[in-house]
């Protein structure tokens, strides 16, 4: 596995064949961000979707803590510095915070989420913009903001009451309580409950899992996943879902699926 060059001090970024896994590094802060961590999430994201060998990823966390969303340590001063680099991107991109938070311009290729610890804040807030969560029994998730005063600026809004239940959704925003990995996982914001110390192992398997499918088909389905919102009505939403389809179908990988069916082996896709 190697470590990429757009990794931050607070923010690895590793390769792992089709893999790549995102690290958040700043555990004596309990991973709060900093202009470091969203500049290199930001990187991240951005070669997930630009790189054609690469097929999925994985977000995970060093420490005892995956995240605790915004430092309120140095925000409540104001004197969390960004870097040069991190100031110049933000020049032509104003939104590199949300996309790197997945808010805005999320990646259209998986995301598997494998949380440790608090998951608070942005910490939760972020595990909506993946597709696939993995928390260990330790996990706690919350949409704390409210009891600091504060907004969840970063999606929870809207994405919660799509992903769980309304009322469940009202509690956890309205109410800024934690909620246990199982109290999760009955809600429906979670896949997966996990011993300690084992989500990126989890995390791992599902990755492999992904990567040996269709690369196009894959693509196809997460493109759907990302557009067809509640607000299509049925019938534009097959439309759209068809278009996605159509050149799916068409493709090398599809004849050669079939083709490994019949011949009873592992298909051998090509993204083509």
């Known amino acids: 596995m190697k470590e990429l060059s757009i990794s931050t001090k607070n923010c690895i970024v590793q390769k792992d064949d089709a893999l790549l896994i995102i690290t958040l590094n700043r555990p004596e802060a309990k991973n709060a961000f900093t202009p470091e ?8 994201w951005r070669m997930l979707d630009q790189d054609e060998e690469l097929l999925c990823a994985i977000l995970t966390a060093n420490g005892d803590t995956f995240c605790a969303g915004m430092d309120l340590k140095a925000g409540a001063d104001g004197d969390q510095r960004s870097s040069d680099e991190f100031l110049s991107i933000m020049k032509e991109v104003p939104n590199i915070h949300w996309q790197a938070l997945l808010r805005d311009n999320r990646p259209n290729k998986p995301l598997i989420l494998a949380a440790e610890g608090y998951a608070l804040a942005g910490g939760t807030e972020i595990l909506q913009g993946t597709d696939i969560r993995i928390a260990a029994e330790n996990a706690v998730f919350g949409v704390t903001e409210v009891a600091r005063g504060l907004y969840p600026m970063s999606g929870s809004t809207v994405r919660l ?3 769980i239940p309304y009322c469940l959704a009202a509690e956890m925003l309205l ?3 934690h909620i246990s990995a199982h109290q999760a996982l009955q809600f429906g914001l979670i896949n997966r409950v996990v011993p300690d110390g084992t989500t990126l192992v989890a995390a791992r398997e599902f990755a492999e899992k992904i990567c040996s499918c269709g690369p196009m088909a894959v693509n196809a389905v997460v493109r759907a996943l990302r557009s067809l919102q509640e607000d299509l009505n049925e019938e534009e939403a097959m439309e759209v879902s068809d278009k996605l389809a159509g ?9 050669e699926g079939m083709r490994a069916f019949k011949e009873k082996r592992n298909p051998i896709f090509r993204g083509k």
Do not use: I
């Not at 961590?37 to 991240?44: D, E, F, P, Q, T």
């Open 247 to 255: 050149p799916v179908f068409a493709s090398e990988d599809a004849k």
């Open 175 to 177: 109410c800024g309580d």
């Open 161 to 163: 009451r799509r992903q």
């Open 37 to 44: 961590m969203l500049l290199g999430m930001y990187k991240a």
